[in-house]
T-cell receptor
Framework: DAGVIQSPRHEVTEMGQEVTLRCKPI?????LFWYRQTMMRGLELLIY????????DSGMPEDRFSAKMPNASFSTLKIQPSEPRDSAVYFC????????????FGQGTRLTVV | EDQVTQSPEALRLQEGESSSLNCSYT??????LFWYRQDPGKGPEFLFT???AGEEKEKERLKATLTKKESFLHITAPKPEDSATYLC????????????FGQGTELSVKP
């Protein structure tokens, strides 16, 4: 398996624009996580899905952020409108189950909002 | 409030100089503690999971241990390729799949 695949690797956008980040989890994994990493706050969980259903979105910073998982092999994280403070590295991770199993991370998307 | 604190923030070692990284945690109930390694520009890579106090796990030059309040990642005779940021995360009870990460320890091993 190629691991968790994220696209794009880098995204530069202007403030106010819509940004969509994409993730393909490892085949057979039932749980998918979206994290954000910044120097100030470290790695933070935004939202996670189990069997394509959102379970906990309490980490989503505000209504400008939304995430979907239409099927077991694809998820998106959308920011609309984007703001400079959204600049960060966004990671997608997947695991066999939500609990007690290690998560495998993608390479991340580095987002810069100017 | 569940919290994870890692120390030191940065550690510089000479090749072969053994040391330990610390992960202190406060959690209402611990389901598991995870160690990850992160190289620059890459996602975290899983190393170990520890579930109960007294448990130890080893992988090459790394050994992770767990007590009721902290975990240590011991690095024996490190090599330059061990240079990375090491992240600790706790998985609390009653919080589903949520992991709470520490800020990490940036390890640099000089030849």
């Amino acid at each position: 398996d190629a691991g968790v695949i994220q696209s794009p690797r880098h995204e530069v956008t202007e403030m106010g624009q819509e940004v969509t980040l994409r993730c393909k989890p490892i085949s057979g994994h039932n749980s998918l996580f979206w994290y954000r990493q910044t120097m100030m706050r470290g790695l933070e969980l935004l939202i996670y899905f189990n069997n394509n259903v959102p379970i906990d979105d309490s980490g989503m910073p505000e209504d400008r952020f939304s995430a979907k998982m239409p099927n077991a092999s694809f998820s998106t994280l959308k920011i609309q409108p984007s703001e400079p403070r959204d600049s960060a590295v966004y990671f997608c991770a997947s695991s066999l189950r939500t609990v007690d199993t290690e998560a495998f991370f993608g390479q991340g998307t580095r987002l810069t909002v100017v | 409030e569940d919290q994870v604190t890692q120390s030191p923030e940065a550690l510089r070692l000479q090749e072969g100089e053994s040391s330990s990284l610390n992960c202190s945690y406060t959690v209402s109930g611990l389901r598991g503690l995870f160690w990850y390694r992160q190289d620059p520009g890459k996602g975290p890579e899983f190393l170990f999971t520890l579930y109960s106090a007294g448990e130890e796990k080893e992988k090459e030059r790394l050994k992770a241990t767990l007590t009721k309040k902290e975990s240590f990642l011991h690095i024996t005779a490190p090599k330059p390729e061990d240079s990375a940021t090491y992240l600790c995360a706790v998985h609390p009870h009653n919080q589903g799949g949520k992991l709470i990460f520490g800020q990490g320890t940036e390890l640099s091993v000089k030849p």
